[in-house]
């Protein structure tokens, strides 16, 4: 019987990499779906950079200079909250207040629909990956030995935590495809590595694994 001690090793860097990426998004609020409206404490809205923390773009006359100026402000907010320049937060009273945003850092942008699609496919995918290796490899590993690349899983895990210190941009981007190639590259080694084994277990689990390929395509 050969030993599973590979298989799960490569499954608990998988799964390091796995609670990563759901704390990240989880810390972003983007657990779930993409298409879903964002609130007004959404961390898109009032979290993002600091050029959206501070400056004048961000300064509250309705605070400074009365109660009347903040009730023009908010008199037909039904037309300005829906304006992509205007940010909605919530006042220290409980009251709305709409604040302007700066035009390069709008809440809802087509770059940051698709990055936060893109991580969503990366977590799901491992999800899945974790799951096929668990119930199906984990088996024919006791059955049969088949190569296992431990050292691409130990890089995932590594990617994956690299990409959580990062903040939104160019190196976040770069660190999110490598995880996502980075992943592909585990599932089509997985692949080949069944491909001699003539059972109707690693049909099964090959299926799987070209599926999960199938949720990954490039980026």
Known sequence: MASPAPLVASISHQMVALQT???????????????????PRDPDHV????????????????????????????????????????????GAEGGVELLPFP???????????AMRSALARVV??????????????????????????????????????HLALQIEGQQFDRDLNAAHQCLKTIVKKLIQSLANLPSDAHVVACASLRQILQNLPDI
């Open 47 to 90: 979290s993002a950079s600091p050029a959206r923390r501070s400056g004048p773009r961000r300064a509250r006359p309705g605070r400074e200079e009365g109660g009347g100026d903040r009730g023009a402000r908010n008199e037909g907010s039904g037309t300005r909250a829906s304006s992509p320049e205007v940010e909605v937060v919530r």
């Open 21 to 39: 990426l759901q704390l990240l998004q989880e810390e972003w609020g983007w657990g779930d779906d993409p298409g879903t409206p964002r609130s």
């Open 124 to 161: 799901d995918s491992t999800s899945e990956l974790v799951s096929v290796e668990q119930t199906l490899l984990g088996p024919l590993q006791q059955e049969r030995s088949f190569p296992i690349h431990l050292k691409d899983s130990v890089e995932f895990r590594n990617i994956c935590s």
């Open 103 to 113: 035009p390069d850092h709008r809440p809802c942008s087509l770059a940051r629909m």
